[in-house]
């Protein structure tokens, strides 16, 4: 309707902000491809676009869009961890409501963090429909810097503007407009956006500024019981964080301050949480997941398309993936051993799918469409087709090789084979097949449709098209993938053995293992090993104790405390007890004394006399005993970088993402530390206090586990 009128006007910023007019209109289109991060070209193209608004008489209003799928999509990362260059997001977002013109932003696609306060400095905002508007800062250990904890509790109240920002989680345009956050909908940014333009103008409605907006502060009493309600959560949902407590102070302090005092505090706050290793920790998490996606360039690495996948066992692991596998609109082909056993892994992914609708977490139509793309088998010659199958069988390798050899035999000569193993050696797998080049593991984590840990299990064997296929089938299906090579547990479960040993050591030594649990969630963990334990299953890892046996030093340590539980049949939260006892139906277990008395008698059958332990010893030879195996993967290849181990942690094994991972953490308290630890802990046990030699040579050489992070090779 408007294009006649466009005039081009020459592009500001480095081409950062794009600028022309329709009309009496002044257009600045944000431009900084992929997400419209708001760098620093970015804020001095907008403070260009207004001065050229507010000095030319001719331009009536400002309309701001994003080019592209964004609005503009938070902070530029690149700039982080450097010296912040003026203008400043604070100081553009103040010149946008200070202008005496009207300021529309019309978002399409996300506005983020300071995407978003851009938006709300502006006068008015329009979204289009499907589009997204988040201040999701507190995941990165910060608050909005800009006045945006200021602005949306003037613009939509205390209980949602705390919402807002201590979830992460952004609105849709649709739950925007009903806050109050935008005034208007639309279908497309620029048209619509120039149409509500006009419409403004015409009815000569001036400038309306957020910080001057009271209606929703009107009832002080309500404010303060939001603010309260979010303050009785920080020791549950926030425990040990240090953003979500002050993005609760910047709330009250919006509710009773002026606007301009509320500016400098959210700005000292800022400054605080942007100093925190909390920060820097969140945002080594941040860009480590990013990080280990990306693989070196591999000779030859083509991505395989996928659209048929099939499944081998449908038991909980099997049937989650299926669910994974649907869940990325695939078509998905599930086999079992037989008919009673297949309706029972159908029935299981049904279930999956029912529980979601009931939860209204999916329309029954979805649901229905993903099931649709579901069927099952008992023959492996129906599996022709498939560019991908997934061995999910019960841990034996005689069974998982059997498996193979049928794949092997029924599967188109292109089609990718891989296993869900946790342990076993696929190169041993992948030796009973005509083409090992195309075995890989996919370890995925229970359960599966929740869990976003994927490990990518390479053998030597395996062509790089397989290779790069893995990671972006991993990207389709929404998982973190980490590349391991082959070890006994590869790189996560392989830890979690560590870890375990040194808790079990501990409660032979005279910790209870209620107080272990204690001492590890204090540390910010959800669960504690024996928690972990009970909810995993007890009688797994029994069965991985009796398998590895056979190859255990007879000078090696070995605990027997678990083996006893499982003895009298106590699995964990499935049979009603293990380390804790567990009333009919629930989750939530009460320690249990038959286990202090087991472990009493375990303690005097091998002349233990127990002695007391301290919170902080436990979690100084929890968190020792990880780092110190962390650092024997990557000294031995098995993990390429100390991220990649910093990773498994956080996204499979609970590790508290405020502290960045392990090697992340020893890094922070530094090496000289975790050292002295471990040879001091040696005096006791030194076959398992065997400090790595990779952390020997970074104490020696003055050097940390992020200086590593690079990678040199290319596979």
């Known amino acids: 309707m408007y294009n006649n009128e466009l005039e081009h006007h020459p592009q500001v910023s480095d081409h950062a902000v794009h600028l022309e007019r329709s009309g009496n209109i002044l257009i600045a289109t944000i431009h900084n491809p992929p997400v419209n991060a708001v760098g620093h070209a970015v804020r001095t193209g907008l ?53 005496n013109k009207p300021v529309i932003a019309a978002i399409a696609g996300n506005a983020l963090g300071g995407g978003l306060e851009i938006a709300m400095a502006a006068h008015y905002r329009l979204a289009v429909r499907g589009s997204q508007l988040g201040l999701p800062e507190v995941k990165l250990g910060l608050l909005p810097g800009a006045g945006g904890s200021q602005r949306s509790t003037r613009l939509i109240g205390a209980a949602a503007a705390l919402e807002l920002m201590l979830s992460g989680h952004p609105l849709t345009a649709e739950q925007a407009i009903g806050l109050g956050l935008v005034d208007r909908l639309g279908r497309n940014a620029r048209v619509d956006g120039l ?31 939001a603010i309260a309600a979010a303050r009785a959560k920080l ?18 302090v919006a509710c009773e301050q002026p606007f301009a005092t509320g500016c400098q505090y959210e700005a000292a706050q800022f400054q605080r949480c942007q100093a925190s290793p909390q920060h820097q920790a969140l945002l080594h998490a941040f860009q480590a997941e990013r990080a280990v996606a990306k693989l070196p360039n591999l000779v030859g690495g083509t991505i395989r398309s996928f659209t048929q996948v099939g499944v081998i066992g449908g038991g909980t692991m099997g049937a989650g993936i299926a669910v994974v596998m649907l869940d990325a609109d695939l078509y ?56 991908l199958v997934v061995e999910a069988v019960y841990e034996d390798l005689a069974a998982k090789q059997a498996v193979f050899r049928e794949l092997d035999a029924h599967c188109k000569p292109d089609a990718i084979l891989a296993s869900n193993t946790s342990y076993l050696d696929i190169s041993a797998i992948a030796a009973v097949t005509s083409r090992p080049q195309s075995v890989i593991g996919l370890h995925f984590f229970s359960p599966a449709p929740v869990m976003r840990l994927l490990e990518v299990v390479i053998p030597p064997q395996a062509s790089a098209g397989v290779i790069v296929s893995a990671f972006a089938l991993a990207r389709r299906l929404g998982k973190i ?30 910790a209870s293992p209620y107080q ?52 009298q049949g106590w699995f964990g939260q499935k049979t009603g007890r293990g380390w804790y006892h567990y009333e009919s139906g629930s989750r ?24 007391s332990f301290s919170a902080e010893e436990i979690v100084r030879r929890y968190l020792a005993a990880m780092i110190n195996e962390g650092a024997n993967l990557v000294e031995e290849g098995i993990a390429l970088r100390p991220l990649d181990v910093d990773v498994v942690l956080l996204a499979g094994y ?62």
Request: net charge positive; glycine share 6%.
């Open 588 to 611: 939530s277990g009460q320690p249990e004394a038959a286990v202090l008395e087991i472990v009493a008698r375990e303690r005097e059958r091998v002349g233990i006399i127990p002695r």
């Open 481 to 510: 993938p980490v590349r391991t090579g082959i070890c006994d547990g590869f790189i996560g479960n392989r830890i979690m053995s560590v870890y375990r040993r040194a808790a079990e050591a501990m409660l032979e030594d005279g």
């Open 654 to 715: 609970g590790f508290p993402r405020h502290h960045g991972g392990p090697l992340h953490y020893a890094d922070r308290i530094g090496l000289p530390k975790v050292l002295e630890d471990i040879v001091t802990f040696a005096a006791e046990d030194p076959l398992f206090w065997r400090p790595s030699p990779l952390l020997i040579r970074l104490v020696e050489q003055r050097q940390t586990f992020a200086s590593l992070n690079v990678l040199h090779s290319s596979h």
């Open 47 to 99: 403070l260009a676009a207004l001065q050229q608004a507010q000095t030319d008489p001719k331009i009536h209003a400002l309309l701001l869009i994003g080019s592209g799928n964004h609005f503009a999509a938070g902070a530029d990362i690149r700039e982080f961890n450097k010296p912040r260059q003026a203008p400043l997001l604070r100081d553009v977002c103040n010149q946008i409501e200070a202008s």
């Open 332 to 387: 998905v082909t599930l086999l079992e051993r037989d008919k009673p056993s297949l309706f029972a892994g159908l029935s299981r992914i049904e279930d999956i799918y029912r529980q979601r609708v009931s939860k209204k977490r999916l329309s029954v139509t979805v649901a229905a469409a993903r099931l649709a793309k579901l069927r099952g088998t008992v023959q492996y010659q129906i599996l022709d087709t498939a560019d």
């Open 235 to 252: 020791p549950t949902q926030f425990r040990g964080l240090l953003s979500p407590a002050l993005i609760i102070d910047c709330v009250e």
């Open 195 to 225: 149409a509500y333009t006009h419409e403004l103008l015409a009815k000569q409605c001036g400038v309306r500024r957020s910080s001057k907006k009271v209606t929703k502060l009107a009832d002080p009493a309500a404010q303060q019981a």
């Open 516 to 567: 272990i649990d204690d001492a590890v969630r204090g540390f910010g963990f959800a669960m504690g090993p024996f928690q972990i334990s009970d909810v995993a299953g007890g009688d797994i890892a029994w069965a991985t104790r009796k398998r590895r046996a056979v190859h255990r030093s007879p000078q090696e340590r070995y605990v027997q405390i678990a083996d006893r539980l499982c003895e």
